[in-house]
């Protein structure tokens, strides 16, 4: 038989429609065509939020394949390939689609479809046909974009989690933090349980609890009214309605993964799934996130480097994002006593400006790159001078191995620095698929 390759699949896809047109009759049509396959899922845990909905479902897989489940995952978007959107439930664990199954399940949704859909739609549907089709114990399904009419919200969950709400994808969903927050809300199900975690904003955190009460949800737990968790003397404290349990750190890095982690627990323990204190420790030990706080150990980028330089990668790109993520390096840098510098790509679509703030009083300078796997993204020279705009030196380089070793030559009589790359998940995504380091 012929080998399906990467290339074939994104030959395949790039016929379909890439732009948001948020809507749920297309979807449920081409489910009805494929049989409803969303109505033969495993239990359901879903998940929406403007960050934290890719960290929450990583400790969530972590933490029930410790306790013996097999769990299917869908995440949105890949960082290296498209398989990496679906983890297939095992014993002992799980394991991204193999391309071969992949682009089968992707030509019976093609084949099944009567009209134009999107390419989440696409996706979507494939998600829905390939989890009612191996057995698995529960299913985590997260939200593309927003909820009310994401292409996810199409079936009933066993339990739903909303992570933080912030500013982000305006044009689609509002320019107000209330108008997110309800689109957000749009995923609560009438007697589903719901948890909602850590929420900054009392706007958003109001008109979640307001939505609840109004679509006439099940059981509710709220971060800081019903469960908490915070870290005292080296380990994790997290309290909710069944008592207090002294846990390991998350291995997932940034003080903002506590709370993930408790909406995460909480979440397990409304949705009734059994998980003994052992494996709650195991799982927030072993659970790992790519491109999210991620520092970068080994691959071709790492043999450039001389000792003490530290580098690191981080996908998050609006501002809620930017904050927590110049925070952690403000302190690491502070700690250390060496400065940071940025390697930054974005895209279009994104609060440049207000992501760059966070990191005015942080880096030392910026090297704006493109985004290459992105018809969105902004030049570099477009960046640059934006850095410059808010206070922060930059250059502008047309890669990141162009800007990597710019710095190096520049940097070569400080003992110690970090790099940061950051901006983009298009970024990313290039950056651990050219380091030899994609997810696995």
């Known amino acids: 038989m012929l080998r399906i390759t990467e290339h074939d699949i994104n030959d395949f896809l790039s016929g379909y429609l890439k732009k948001v047109d948020l809507s749920l009759e297309r979807m449920r049509c081409l489910l009805a065509a494929l049989g409803n396959p969303h109505l033969r899922l495993p239990p359901v845990i879903h998940i929406a939020g403007t960050n934290g909905k890719g960290s929450a479902s990583a400790f969530l897989r972590t933490i029930l394949e410790s306790a013996g489940y097999r769990v299917h995952v869908y995440t949105s978007p890949h960082l290296v390939h498209w398989r990496e959107r679906y983890r297939i439930g095992l014993k002992g664990g799980s394991c991204f689609i193999n391309d071969r199954e992949f682009s089968a399940a992707l030509r019976r949704v093609s084949v099944a479809k009567s009209e134009s859909v999107t390419l989440f739609e696409l996706l979507t549907a494939v998600m829905f046909l390939l989890f009612s089709e191996y057995p698995a114990d529960v299913a985590v399904i997260e939200v593309g974009l927003g909820g009310r009419f994401d292409a996810t919200n199409v079936l009933m969950p066993a339990v739903s989690l909303i992570m933080p709400v912030s500013l982000d994808h305006e044009f689609f969903l509002g320019e107000h933090i209330g108008d997110i ?67 390991p750190v ?68 609006n501002p809620a994002a930017g904050v927590a993520v110049a925070q952690f390096f403000k302190e690491r840098c502070e700690n250390k006593g060496s400065p940071l510098i940025l390697i930054c790509g974005m895209i279009n679509t994104k609060d440049v400006t207000n992501y760059l703030r966070a990191y005015k009083d942080v880096a030392l300078c910026l090297c704006a790159v493109p985004v290459h796997l992105s018809d969105s993204g902004i030049p570099s020279r477009t960046l640059a001078e934006l850095s410059k705009s808010m206070g922060i030196e930059a250059d502008s380089f047309e890669s990141v191995d162009d800007a990597l070793k710019k710095i190096l030559e520049r940097m070569r009589l400080f003992a110690s620095f970090l790099i940061l790359i950051c901006g983009s998940l298009y970024l990313a995504g290039e950056v651990l698929r050219d380091n030899g380091t994609p997810p696995i």
């Open 181 to 247: 927050a309800f689109e957000k809300a749009g995923i609560i199900k009438r007697e589903s349980p719901l948890v909602i975690g850590f929420q900054d904003n009392e706007i958003a955190r109001d008109t979640l609890i307001r939505r609840a009460s109004q679509v006439g949800g099940g059981p509710l737990s709220i971060y800081g009214r019903d469960y908490i968790a915070y870290e005292k003397a080296g380990k994790m404290r997290f309290e909710n309605q069944d008592g207090l349990i002294d846990l």
């Open 250 to 317: 998350p291995r997932l890095i940034g003080d903002f993964q506590i709370s993930n982690a408790a909406a995460a627990i909480e979440t397990i323990s409304l949705g009734g799934f059994k998980v003994k204190e052992r494996a709650l420790a195991r799982g927030l030990s072993r659970v790992c996130w790519p491109a999210r706080m991620q520092q970068l150990l080994q691959g071709k980028f790492i043999d450039w480097l001389p000792p003490g330089v530290e580098l690191w990668l981080d996908g998050g790109h």
